[in-house]
């Protein structure tokens, strides 16, 4: 017995039970998992094709914005904070802006503002500030104050503190 794995039959008989018993399990186990796989992430990338035509359909600006910027590499924040305002539905007089100078810090440029929202609602605030990040991913709120306004429903000023990184 100690001399088994000197003997070749027992590699002729032993490999091929080896490659018998992974197919079998490839067959049994690892197809059926990768089809049943490949039906959930078809069906998962149906429901998101009909999610982003629902997105374009109710908010096709989005395009037309993203489109405006491709061909601007310099962020300015008059611009954006005035192309997002109109947007969320914020007039020129409900808010103030004011802007400092571009500064490098460590080889990295970055340029802060203050954004003030007066009397706004916090859906038109919320809507803002995640519109402004989301069409430049290199600005950041670095501080944030809301203040309610009482005896008013849902009337808040927001103190916004950005950073853009260049």
Not at 7 to 32: D, E, G, K, R, T
Not at 57 to 64: H, K, Y
Request: net charge positive; charged share 25%; with cysteine.
């Amino acid at each position: 017995m100690k001399d088994i794995h000197k003997n070749p039959m027992f590699y002729y008989i032993l490999a091929p039970v080896v490659a018998i018993c992974w197919l079998a399990s490839v067959a049994m186990v690892s197809l059926p998992k990768a089809e049943n796989d490949w039906q959930r992430q078809t069906v998962e990338y149906d429901k998101a094709q009909k999610i982003i035509a629902e997105i374009l359909t109710i908010n096709p600006e989005r395009l037309t914005f993203a489109d405006s910027q491709a061909g601007k590499d310099e962020f300015d924040y008059a611009i954006a904070v005035e192309k997002v305002a109109g947007l969320c539905g914020i007039k020129s007089s409900d808010y103030k802006l004011s802007s400092g100078i571009r500064i490098t810090s460590g080889g990295q440029k970055s340029q802060s503002a203050n954004v003030l929202l007066r009397e706004t609602n916090i859906i038109k605030f919320a809507k803002f500030l995640s519109t402004i990040q989301l069409h430049w991913p290199n600005l950041q709120c670095t501080q944030l104050k809301l203040t309610y306004k009482k005896g008013l429903t849902d009337i808040w000023d927001a103190d916004l503190k950005l950073k853009y990184f260049y």
